[in-house]
């Protein structure tokens, strides 16, 4: 007999109402302590409060607009393509981390060029952190939507998601499965301790680009490796070796390597 965690968590925070549910009260959870982490380090730093909250602005429309567009491009085109009217409604679900990672580099370099006037760099350096513990809540906000599963295992952490819908048997599917929400939003919580730690503790922020480096190399790396106990989210993702999540993976990946290869090169005084 298989051991496994019968997670029948409703998602709503209300009976009968879709919305507000427990997805976004951790999705808007994880922005705040984001905002609080990376307030600490701009008055460190004597940055002002209203650069702050443009710097939020920011990032809030980035990650929602950018993650919404990535799940359609990039996961489910085949469907919105002949639904146009349903992609504006984030609530029904469907954020691509992808493609909030893109808008987000995006909507930085704007803010770099018109609001900061520091470079793009010393910026990502301090939002690494915010982001990967935002990413942490927004994996455990997927948990709570029994979304994002793992593959099928019988191992005792397993979990039995009753209210997981199987879009290839399309019926519900209480399978015991690997946490892979789970694994994600933990590897996240570690490498935002890292991340803090280096900026914090070290002389990390002294070499543009290493925080940074760090952050695209855990979580892109993370990513890549817990996408192989994943449930494929697209059909291509059945027929390849390496699913869209892992092709999307690499070059940011590769993006984390360059930076720290770079801030490995920069002289900084004792």
Known sequence: MILEIIWDVNPELIEGWKTPNKYGLLFVTGLIIGYYVIKRMFTKEGVSEKKLDMLLLYM??????????????FYDWAYYKNNLNEIPMVW????????????ILLALWIYSKKVSQKPMLWILDRVAAPIAIAGCFIRLGNLMNSE????????PWAFSFPNYFNEVTKEFDPTPRHPAQLYEAISYLIIFATLFWMYWKTKAKERQGLIFGVFMIGIWGMRFLIEFIKEGQTARDFE???NTGQMLSIPLFLVGVYLIIRAARIKITA
Do not use: E, M, Q, Y
């Open 148 to 155: 994002i599963v793992g593959i099928p295992t019988d191992l």
């Open 60 to 73: 809030i429309i980035a990650t929602v607009v950018g993650a919404r567009l990535g799940h359609v491009f």
């Open 240 to 242: 390849n070796t390496i």
């Open 92 to 103: 029904k679900g469907g954020l691509a981390s992808h493609g909030a990672a893109i808008a």
